[in-house]
């Protein structure tokens, strides 16, 4: 089959792939892989031809509004899922597998036999062998493009969520990321049942404790 090079999302590689031969093509992407608390979060993209797919673009270029507006025009009109692992998971397998199992729990729940999945980043899905993985995909592909924000959306809203339970922590302003004020915060209080334990800066305060 035809293997279109990715190098702008204006280059619709989505329409190539169709062209040669593809039929479901999926795109997917995680958000969380960095914080110190909270789960990672995957999605799963189904391409289709609309305008709000070629409109996405990797959700760590966009403004907090621009994401929100995006994600609104997304889950009213392509297919999608999303999929998590909470940070207990993540100290058991460790992040890189987490966010694999994340990515294929989301890819899986919406087709069980994809033609072609598009992961972004450096690994494909273990348990799904038409998986492609494509670095900075999330800037590359817009269905992965359209996961990033799907997933970075859904993750922030939950991060909210949390806040409300640990108010403490300010997990409305760095949504678990390794901000200064975050690790003042978790010396001043200690970890809480969202922090993931296997990290550096956690860690050592439970071994501490």
Request: glycine letters at 6%.
């Amino acid at each position: 089959m035809l293997e279109p090079k990715f190098t702008e999302i204006e280059d619709r590689v989505e329409l190539a792939l169709i062209a040669s031969g593809y039929g479901s093509i999926l795109g997917c992407d995680e958000a969380g892989r960095g914080p110190l608390a909270g789960p990672v979060v995957a999605s799963a993209v189904e391409f289709r031809d609309c305008d709000v797919i070629w409109k996405c673009k990797d959700s760590k270029s966009l403004t907090p509004n621009a994401r929100a507006e995006l994600f609104d025009q997304l889950v009213s009109s392509v297919r999608f899922s999303i999929s998590s692992l909470d940070a207990h998971q993540i100290d058991e397998l460790n992040i890189r597998v987490a966010s694999l199992q994340a990515m294929t729990n989301a890819a899986l729940d919406l087709s069980a036999t994809p033609d072609l999945v598009l992961v972004d980043g450096r690994d494909r899905l273990p348990q799904i062998v038409t998986s492609r993985a494509i670095v900075k995909g999330d800037a590359r592909v817009a269905t992965i493009a359209a996961a990033s924000i799907i997933a970075k959306v859904t993750r922030d809203r939950l991060m909210l969520t949390f806040h409300e339970q640990y108010p403490e922590y300010g997990f409305d302003r760095h949504f678990g990321y390794p901000t200064a004020e975050h690790r003042k915060k978790l010396l001043q209080f200690g970890p809480c049942p969202i922090h993931r334990r296997s990290y550096r800066g956690v860690r050592e305060l439970v071994e501490n404790s």
